[in-house]
């Protein structure tokens, strides 16, 4: 048991940084830039994937119009590179979990919000998208073990779910859950994991133009490996601060306790803000690899979104030391 327990605080988001891994997507990159059936599992999975998306009742929504002021400035990312390379551990602690994310069920889909709000209520998700002034946006993405993509996502402002909400002025947090299902994620069998997945964020940070509740990739549903339905973007912090699946948000007045802060903080901060000059204890975070040209460049700080956010930490660095950044 001790042994387990172990091993889980080895393996999060850092045994993933190993070259071993890294050596594994590259070789798959190279089986699929060949046009080399490299993996047929995962190109049958990939299918299954788009078969899942036919399916979906609101596919009609999608394409949605490209808001323009948020460019990724980098070339987009190949979609099936995208759809293949994950990191979703309720489906396993590598990033090849694509196949088995398919079976992830997906409706009824219902949401939850509650704590520190007016009227706590459940929504199914379809009649939440109806209610939500949907675009799509190109972000950039900076995973905390140092690939980095760039993407068209579809959603909608997360400023638009606080005000169905209607929080109470008490509140000053957002925790969100990732859905917990047994029988469809494997990964949940590591209980050595704080299950379910959890995120959270301040609420000026949720209400700022760039938190984005994605609810679509590519112009069509965001796939099951990528967070579907219903998914945060946070392009200024961290991956893992991009919570997928979403099931719940609760309004809160303390500060919640993310998944990874849970099982290391010192290595995953609740702020997560992207910066080149605060290493993660166990490796520097001053370049990223793009995840289709493997180019290795230099990162910047809040990931190159800095005139949008920087003044949300104005003060800040004082009270949690480089914390802050981690
Ligand atoms: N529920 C849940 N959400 C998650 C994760 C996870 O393991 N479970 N991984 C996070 C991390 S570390 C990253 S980098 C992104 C990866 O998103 P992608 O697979 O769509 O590229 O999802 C984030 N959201
Ligand atoms: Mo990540």
Redesign the pocket.
């Known amino acids: 048991m001790l042994l387990k327990v172990k091993r889980g605080w080895e393996l999060p988001?850092n045994a993933a940084t190993d070259e071993s891994v890294y050596v594994n997507r590259r070789a798959l990159m190279k089986g699929l830039g060949a046009g080399v059936i490299a993996a047929p599992s995962l190109l049958a999975s990939m299918k299954s994937a788009h078969s899942a998306i036919e399916e979906d009742p609101t596919a009609k929504l999608y394409p949605v119009d490209r808001n323009e002021k948020y460019k990724g400035e980098r070339p987009l990312d190949e979609e099936e590179k995208?759809l293949a390379?994950?990191?979703?551990?309720?489906f396993g602690s590598h990033k090849y979990i694509s196949s088995a994310a398919q079976a992830m069920p997906l409706r009824p889909w219902t949401v939850t919000i509650d704590g520190l709000v007016e009227e706590p209520m459940q929504i199914d998700f379809d009649s939440l998208i109806g209610k939500v002034q949907l675009e799509e946006r190109v972000y950039r993405?900076r995973?905390?073990?140092r690939?980095a993509?760039t993407?068209p996502w579809s959603g909608f402002t997360m400023d638009q779910l606080v005000k169905i909400a209607r929080p109470k002025s008490d509140a000053k947090y957002i925790m969100m859950k990732?859905l917990a299902d047994e029988s469809s994620m494997p990964?949940l069998k590591a209980g050595w994991f704080p299950w379910?997945?959890t995120?959270g964020v301040r609420i000026d940070e949720a209400m700022n133009e760039l938190t984005f509740l994605a609810t679509g990739?590519y112009g069509k549903p965001v796939p099951k490996?990528?967070?579907a339905p219903l998914?945060?973007v946070l392009p200024w912090k961290?991956?893992?601060?991009?919570?997928?699946?979403i099931v719940s948000f609760t309004f809160t007045s303390e500060q919640p306790v993310g998944?990874?802060e849970e099982l290391q903080a010192k290595e995953y901060g609740f702020w997560a803000n992207v910066n080149p000059e605060v290493s993660h204890p166990r490796w520097s975070q001053a370049y990223e690899e793009l995840l289709s040209s493997r180019e290795r460049i230099k990162t910047r700080v809040y990931n190159g979104y800095g005139e949008y956010v920087a003044h949300m930490y104005d003060g800040m660095e004082q009270q949690v030391g480089e914390r802050l950044f981690r």
């Open positions: 988001e995208v390379y994950n990191n979703f551990y309720e993405h995973c905390v073990e690939w993509m993407v990732t990964g379910p997945y995120e990739l490996q990528n967070g998914r945060l961290y991956g893992f601060k991009s919570i997928k699946s998944f990874w």
